[in-house]
């Protein structure tokens, strides 16, 4: 099988070579190094999301009544009522 890199086996022995490199008094130093790294990843992340939200400018207010410009057509909004005729 050569596309199954990673079975049970291979994962004891990778975890195995990890143990035997770094110690295992030194792993629970280097696990809490690591959290603590992404910890503050995080937190810069958060910090420069939350400066570009505080930096952009605020939206100019929109008007509800605008003046109508000059040359622009108007249009009658008023109905006509015809006559009946019977």
Same mark, same amino acid.
């Given at each position: 099988?050569?596309? !199954? ?6 994962? *004891? ?6 143990? *035997? ?41 929109? @008007?509800? !009544?605008?003046?109508? @410009? ?5 249009? !009658? ?5 015809? !006559? *009946?005729?019977?």
């Amino acid at each position: 099988m050569p596309f !199954n890199f990673f079975t049970p086996t291979h994962l *004891v022995i990778i975890l195995l070579v990890i143990v *035997v490199l770094f110690g295992a008094k030194k792993l629970p130093s280097a696990a809490r190094g690591i959290g603590q790294s992404l910890r503050i990843f995080k937190a810069e992340m958060g910090a420069k999301d939350g400066k570009a939200e505080d930096t952009a400018p605020p939206a100019p207010p929109q @008007q509800l !009544n605008q003046a109508p @410009q000059p040359g622009a057509q108007q249009h !009658n909004t008023t109905t006509q009522q015809g !006559n *009946v005729q019977s």
